[in-house]
């Protein structure tokens, strides 16, 4: 199901974006792009070990060993130098890596650091629409599935691939990401942890650049 061609956005992030969603006895992990449409998933029961979700999954193993397929580095818009990886955005519970950014977490951050994170948690709300607009059309994500485990997964991945046939068909609308709520988790240890401090604080620096800075991101924080 790995489809890895990273989308750009606007801002020059990657957009292609994680999540991973407990339900009550299995977990949903998925990739989306900047059209909220799934690029992945990886649907299963890991028991309760929640950082062996990403790292179950071949995407977690493919992003470990550094075998997906992922575009050249290449350089931000408005800028010649330096040719910056790829990279998916995730919450806190992943970890740092050089084609995975997660947020800054300690205390007291500097006011690029927060931009940071508040450009990341934006880029990051399409795959948490993605899961609204998809749980929203299929309501019975909203509650128990009362089926056999094999066929509640099976139901799960039908919607899925449902989502991505509407998206196409129907295209976006707002009120179908009006309400939400999900949970994600920890991943095992991505491979570049060094490096991705390296990539992240050169976004970090890229968005308080005029190049990369948007006009309202200093009052967002
Ligand atoms: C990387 O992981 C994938 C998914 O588990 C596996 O199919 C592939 O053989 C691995 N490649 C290497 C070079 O380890
Ligand atoms: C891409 O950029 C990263 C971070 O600067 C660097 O670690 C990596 O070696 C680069 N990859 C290539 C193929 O140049």
């Given at each position: 199901m790995a489809n890895t061609s990273a989308l750009r956005s606007q801002s020059g992030v990657a957009a292609n974006i994680l999540i991973i969603i407990f339900f009550f006895s299995f977990v949903l992990f998925v990739v989306c792009d900047a059209n909220y449409s799934f690029r992945y998933i990886d649907v299963g029961s890991y028991g309760s070990s929640s950082d062996s979700v990403f790292g179950h999954s071949d995407f977690g193993q493919m992003l470990l060993n550094n075998t997906l397929d992922l575009p050249d580095n290449t350089t931000l818009p408005g800028t010649t130098s330096p040719a910056m990886p790829f990279v998916f955005v995730g919450?806190?519970?992943?970890?740092?890596?050089?084609h995975l950014m997660r947020p800054y977490s300690s205390r007291g951050l500097s006011i690029a650091?927060?931009?940071?994170?508040?450009?990341?948690?934006?880029?990051?709300?399409v795959v948490e629409c993605a899961f609204c607009i998809l749980a929203n059309k299929w309501r019975f994500l909203h509650t128990p599935i009362h089926l056999k485990l094999?066929?509640?997964?099976?139901?799960v991945k039908a919607a899925c691939v449902l989502h991505?046939?509407?998206?196409?068909?129907?295209?976006?609308?707002?009120?179908?990401?009006?309400?939400?709520?999900?949970?994600?988790?920890?991943?095992?240890?991505?491979?570049?942890?060094r490096?991705?401090?390296?990539?992240?604080?050169?976004?970090?620096?890229?968005f308080m650049s005029p190049h990369g800075a948007l006009p309202w991101q200093l009052e967002a924080i």
């Open positions: 919450d806190e519970a992943f970890a740092l890596g050089e650091r927060r931009v940071f994170n508040y450009r990341l948690t934006r880029e990051r709300r094999e066929t509640a997964i099976s139901a991505n046939f509407v998206r196409e068909r129907d295209g976006y609308n707002f009120e179908d990401s009006l309400s939400h709520s999900l949970e994600s988790h920890l991943p095992s240890v991505v491979r570049g942890h490096q991705g401090v390296a990539v992240r604080e050169h976004f970090t620096a890229y």
